[in-house]
């Protein structure tokens, strides 16, 4: 039982590159949810999902889109990297019922130069 | 505007003493309030509160809520150098969404 993992675990990109940022769980949780935690910050919600083919923005969506064809991956994609997209990106899982706490990946830390 | 604030933002302390940080909230269909250490890495979950006035310990921790007055602490006693993390305070609200606080980071000097 992995957990949630992230991949990659650290990557740089240039400024209008874009990349995939890969989540996967393996507790068949119905809820999976991508944060981005910016130095000395909490985390901000960017995009979640309650269920495969179904997902909704959070707070800080701009500059990213994600999709949910399985219930085990939600990958998060950056199109057009920009500096102010420099930051530590959390996937984190929950059974989606009440009561439930959020588990955490590693998290991927990603510099745009 | 802030949903979640805790303070204070920064606290040192020596081994042995006792902390307390504070979490208030201000948010709409207001499900539960949890707790999480973060240690440079993933934030680890320590408790989540649903109901007023019910203390949940573990060890040298423990948290309580107040939903009247919209507010949390976290009372750490005997501090060790191993409590020494940021300590992140989320709110779950309705469509089991969270909204988290800034941190409190806590430094506890041998």
């Known amino acids: 039982n992995a957990g949630v993992t992230q991949t990659p675990k650290f990557r740089i990109l240039k400024i209008g590159q874009s990349m995939t940022l890969q989540c996967a769980q393996d507790?068949?949780?119905?809820?999976m949810y991508w944060y981005r935690q910016d130095p000395g910050m909490g985390l901000k919600l960017i995009y979640y999902s309650v269920g495969a083919g179904i997902t909704d923005k959070g707070e800080v969506p701009n500059g990213y889109n994600v999709s949910r064809s399985t219930t085990e991956d939600f990958p998060l994609r950056l199109e057009l990297a920009a500096p102010s997209q420099t930051s530590v990106y959390f996937c984190?899982?929950?059974?989606?019922?009440?009561?439930?706490?959020?588990?955490f990946g590693p998290g991927t830390r990603l510099l745009v130069l | 505007e802030d949903k979640v604030v805790q303070s204070p933002l920064s606290l040192v302390v020596h081994e042995g003493d006792t902390v307390t940080l504070n979490c208030s909230y201000e948010v709409t269909n207001f499900r539960s309030l949890l707790w999480y250490k973060q240690e440079k890495k993933a934030p680890t979950f320590l408790f989540m509160l649903?109901?007023?006035?019910i203390e949940k310990k573990s060890g040298r921790l423990s948290s309580i809520l107040d939903k009247k007055e919209l507010f949390s602490i976290l009372n750490i006693t005997a501090t060790q150098t191993g409590d020494s993390a940021v300590y992140l305070c989320?709110?779950?609200?309705?469509?089991?969404?969270?909204?988290f606080g800034t941190g409190t980071s806590l430094t506890v000097i041998p």
């Open positions: 507790m068949n949780h119905n809820y």
């Open positions: 649903t109901s007023s006035g």
């Open positions: 989320a709110v779950e609200w309705t469509g089991n969404q969270f909204y």
């Open positions: 984190a899982s929950s059974p989606g019922t009440a009561g439930e706490t959020q588990y």
